[in-house]
């Protein structure tokens, strides 16, 4: 009864905001583990560090918007075939 529930408020593939937390801060933690463990320890600067997590986070961003979006379309074209 559940499943029916989801499909009427179209929710099936959606995240929690803690899940999508999870996916942005876990990466970025180990991306600066990774730049601290492997920088040499003279003339160390933040800037690549920066860079590379403005990346990811824009990365997953797009990502999310263009998944959604495609969700979006499929709701459509779900709903328009008629077969609730």
Request: proline share 4%; charged share 15%.
């Amino acid at each position: 009864m559940k499943l029916r529930d989801n499909f009427k408020r179209k929710t099936i593939d959606r995240l929690d905001y803690r899940y999508h937390l999870l996916l942005l801060i876990v990466p970025i933690v180990l991306f600066v583990l990774l730049f601290v463990f492997n920088a040499p320890t003279e003339g160390w600067t933040i800037l690549p560090l920066l860079f590379v997590c403005l990346i990811y986070v824009i990365a997953y961003s797009l990502i999310y918007y263009l998944h959604q979006g495609r969700l979006s379309r499929l709701w459509l074209h779900f709903g328009a075939s008629g077969e609730y």
